[in-house]
């Protein structure tokens, strides 16, 4: 046996016994006062106010002197509401601490205890995190004169906020929010939100930013609802969503399951990038949207705005990457600021719902940049956008900005030019040309004839641009012409090279196998155009289109002749009704006649009569559900269907009365 020395040992002891009772070890402390005392002696290591109670005044202070990473609980007495309301500013967390809402009993996921700031002062802020690794999660953070939360400090790094309301009451539907930001984060490698709901942090109805992100880097944001209620489906308006200033290397959003942020009804633009901050990604959003990405509660300006701020990445290559930028009120993208180039957007959906087929339109343009270095979509696989159904263009490109390059993009349905270069309509080609402005306005082909045999489509055509200067070509198809006769691309076919003469000249036939331009066999054909691309990346304005189009691809329609009732958008049986109704009630969107084909007709009879009226109005009243509730058949109103048959579904039906489904 080893010999110990008994004076070690009574050394060992005394000095121990004369640390002080917090020194150097974590230490848990329970808040079961809602008052405002700060702590009576904070060497004792005992939360006490003088009282024998414990404020989280008391409490910060404590875990403030206390060595190690402490943590702060509840246990407030009665049955509730839980509201702290401080006289004055709460101390800045200046050591490791975890303060957890979600200890209080009574919590069923989601907060119920509140700090209140409207008696905390003037320009005071609910928390301060100076230090590193600390948690807060399950609060309630509102109307302070400052922000709701501030990360600040060379050593507040890899903190953590999960599952709080931040500028909302204890129900997360009503606004009652900080007049400075929700959050701020002024620190590295910091942590808001995750992909679990219950580390959604609700950050709505505050009078400056939902968060703020302040000349820093690494920082993650993930899974929060900002500008909404809790059910993502109502606006509660911050000023700005997201704001990221002079900060680079940041993620908002992600791949991974629950990971996107819902980033809507904000009353300025959704993100907003200000300052010299370059490879942030934002990526797997709804901005604009609901929850459902199918509904408009929109950014009152553009869905993402740069002011000075280059090269940053939005979207992506892989499916989960996708941003849904749609039903914001100015342009879905807007880089019109100096310094805002060598942006990447890939991958999105800019103007549809959530299935990249719906109408969900951008008021403003779909991207609208003034900048160079742009890349909107891509030749690789996953890195075309769709960018449909927005007010203005579908691709915007003013100024002197050159190098954008455009590529392989569903563009369609714009109310504007699918892609506009100087922003005044069609910019018609010159020989050789030599003009510049944005893009350099490249000339764009000329397609002489396409045609469809044998399963393969064969195009030809020609370019006049520089001479002896290599050019990508990108055709597609459309369902209609665009009403200017130049465009749009709705339907990505295939690219070609090629390679212009000392005159300027080139000339193409490229055949792309299993395409098919009339694929209802009615002898229609869909409208074709194409752009160039040169070798520095600039694209032009789409070609002239060779054909009309087909007013309904998925009916055999050889006269071209619309039925005898209204056509939505997105309806290509031309039976009434778009995908967007014909999906969920289960009806064939791609024919208008047979068994489940035609929503008006319930009974599958071919017409729409009495008895298919009386069918629905048999379930009037009733949400959609097993039964007894009605069959998700009988809900063909509003567009999309509101989940109850009702009097808008006998209307929608009447509307067809005594029609056969093969006018």
Not at 101 to 109: A, D, L, R, Y
Not at 451 to 473: D, E, V, Y
Request: charged share 15%.
């Amino acid at each position: 046996m080893r010999y110990i020395r008994p004076g070690l040992v009574a050394f060992v002891l005394v000095a121990a016994l004369s640390l002080p009772a917090n020194a150097g070890f974590a230490t848990a402390f329970t808040v079961n006062s809602v008052g405002d005392g700060g702590d009576s002696n904070t060497l004792d290591g005992i939360c006490d106010d003088g009282t024998g109670r414990c404020t989280l005044r008391a409490a910060i202070q404590q875990a403030n002197a206390s060595a190690g990473a402490d943590t702060i609980g509840f246990n407030l007495p009665g049955p509730g509401p839980y509201s702290i309301a401080p006289a004055s500013p709460l101390p800045a967390v200046s050591d490791t601490l975890t303060t957890d809402g979600t200890t209080q009993p009574g919590f069923v996921g989601m907060p119920i205890v509140e700090l209140r700031g409207d008696a905390a002062g003037a320009n005071a802020d609910g928390l301060l995190l100076s230090s590193l690794n600390n948690v807060v999660k399950g609060l309630i953070v509102n109307r302070f004169s400052g922000n709701g939360i501030d990360i600040k400090g060379n050593t507040a790094t890899g903190n953590a906020l999960y599952g709080n309301f931040i500028g909302t009451d204890r129900t997360g539907t009503v606004s009652i929010g900080n007049s400075g930001s929700g959050v701020i984060v002024a620190s590295n490698n910091n942590t808001i939100g995750g992909a679990s709901p219950t580390e959604r942090n609700i950050i709505s109805g505050n009078g400056f930013f939902g968060l703020q992100i302040a000349s820093s880097t690494g920082n993650v944001v993930r899974g929060n609802f900002i500008g909404t209620d809790k059910t993502g489906t109502t606006q509660l308006s911050n000023a700005t969503g997201l704001f990221i200033g002079s900060a680079g290397g940041n993620t908002v959003g992600g791949t991974g399951a629950g990971e996107g942020n819902l980033i809507s009804g904000n009353r300025s633009d959704g993100i907003r990038f200000q300052g010299l901050g370059s490879a942030n990604f934002v990526q797997g959003n709804l901005i604009g949207t609901d929850v459902t990405g199918t509904r408009d509660l929109g950014n009152a300006l553009s869905g993402i705005q740069c002011f000075i701020a280059p090269g940053n990445i939005i979207g992506g290559s892989q499916p989960a990457a996708r941003n849904v930028i749609s039903g914001n009120d100015a342009a879905g993208i807007t880089l019109d600021s100096a310094g805002c180039d060598h942006y990447q957007i890939q991958g999105n959906y800019i103007g549809t719902d959530v299935t990249g087929g719906e109408p969900l339109g951008n008021s403003g343009d779909g991207v609208l940049t003034l900048l160079s270095d742009t890349l909107i979509g891509g030749t690789g696989s996953g890195e075309a956008n769709v960018i449909a159904y927005n007010g203005r263009h579908g691709v915007a490109i003013g100024g002197s900005a050159v190098r954008n390059t455009v590529r392989s993009n569903s563009i369609f349905a714009n109310a504007g030019l699918g892609i506009d270069l100087g922003l005044d309509g069609v910019t018609p080609n010159d020989p050789g040309d030599p003009d510049s402005g944005a893009n350099n306005l490249q000339n764009y082909p000329v397609i002489g004839a396409a045609g469809t045999s044998g399963g393969s489509t064969t195009i030809s055509g020609s370019l006049n641009s520089s001479p002896a200067a290599t050019f990508q070509l990108d055709f597609f198809a459309n369902t209609q012409c665009d009403p200017s006769l130049f465009g749009e691309g709705e339907r990505f076919l295939g690219a070609t090279t090629v390679v212009t003469n000392s005159s300027g000249d080139a000339s193409f036939t490229v055949t792309f196998a299993g395409v098919d331009l009339d694929a209802d066999h009615d002898g229609v054909k869909e409208a074709v155009t194409a752009t160039a691309t040169d070798a520095s990346g600039n694209t032009s304005e789409f070609s002239r289109c060779l054909g009309s189009g087909d007013n309904c691809p998925a009916w055999a329609n050889p006269a071209q002749n619309l039925p005898p009732w209204p056509v939505p958008p997105n309806d290509p049986d031309c039976d009434g009704f778009s995908t967007r109704v014909e999906n969920p009630v289960g009806t064939n969107p791609l024919a208008h006649c047979g068994t489940n084909a035609w929503p008006a007709d319930i009974n599958n009879d071919g017409f729409s009569d009495i008895s298919d009226i009386s069918l629905v109005g048999g379930f009037f009243g009733k949400p959609v559900g097993p039964s007894p509730n009605a069959p998700a058949r009988y809900d063909v109103a509003p567009d999309p269907p509101d989940g109850f048959v009702d009097i808008s579904d006998i209307v929608k039906i009447g509307g067809f009365f005594g029609k056969s489904c093969t006018p």
